[in-house]
């Protein structure tokens, strides 16, 4: 009798611990269920997100311009110059022209550098210390890189959190923040992941239309031997970190490509530039 | 999902007070806690403890409590890093996230309207015993212990 007893109690246990696994599993299922369901709608779509992130980013992008108007250099020889470099790379790398927004500003100081909204700022100082034109049209593969990457966006949403970027998008008046936010997109790198990811995609960028990288990164190369009288200048140098291992990546990415590399600019057009410039 | 059950005994009015109190300490931790999803499970872990030695009717609806708030606390805390991740590391906004928010709420507003209610019922001392968290309070809470 004790051993029936026994035997029913242990049935009824086990029933019972049954009873809560399935009911346990049918919640777990509840929950995934919906959720794997919910998934195939377009939420994006729904509540309109990309359109809001478009807006933010292109009113920061026009925020952030606002800093520079004063120093931009505006000499149609020079814009159509650049110009023609950055159309050809994104002709030949189907990049859609009309997302980068190319600005040349006067200043001494060796950097390139891009904004929100495809905004790319290309230093006067960056023109005139490339002795080639594929050392220029290197760093600007690279900064478009930065752009098609989504790579401006996510650096500023870390650095200073995504609430901070609405504020300042929906008029607030953040004067100050404004201006520091643009000096850390001018001055500083993107973490060592992304700033790799970058000059890989710059380095197919320059063997798509057909120009050599290989002056690219000579021109690393070149900067980080410059004097220390120059230092201050090389921004672009010094706030990249480890110029020669990028060089090296970018030679090792760039060879065994047998491609007949050719120049963007003809070489009057690429001279006149710097003598424009130098005036 | 809830049912109204029969408890071993006829609750006092100190008891069906005190096991009410279990589940008016989650709701007022979500009040205050929000959007931290530990601070619920800590307020209700605390009143757990603190009646771990009373009466069965009162260590039942206090087990019941923290088991609904543990279970809340998986997907509260896994909901909470993902969005943090979005406002400082800028992870995107995807169609995943925006669904597994919805799935969330609708988890979070089913328990607090249940706890609620619970809370109400309890108070007039009838057991309620929630779909599978009811069970799994029969299993770790014994009326002799």
Redesign the interface.
Known sequence: MVVLWGIIKHYLQRK??K??VI??A??IIV?FG??IS??E????KV?E?QKT?NKTEQKLGELFLETFEKTENKNILIVNAIDTIVTHICTENKIDREKIKIHVLNKDEINAFAMPNGHLIVYSGLILSSDIQEELTGVICHEIAHIELNHV??????EI???VLISMATGNDAAEIIKETVKMLSSSAFDRSLEKEADIKAVDYLIRAKVNPEPFANFLYKLSLEDDAKTEYLKWVSNHPASKERAEYIIEHSKNKLIKYEPILSIETWNKLKIELTE | MIKIKNFSYAPGEHEAEAASNSYLMSLIAIIVGLPLPIVNLIATLIFYLGNRKSTYFVRWHCTQALLAQLSMLFINSYTFWWTISIIFKGEPITSNYIAFLIVVIIFNLTEFITTIYTAIQTRKGIHVEWWFYGALSNIICKENS
């Open positions: 019972f611990m009873k809560i009911q346990g049918i919640i929950f919906t959720w919910l998934t709608v377009d939420w994006i509540f997100v992130v966006m996510k650096k500023l949403v870390k959190g995504l609430t």
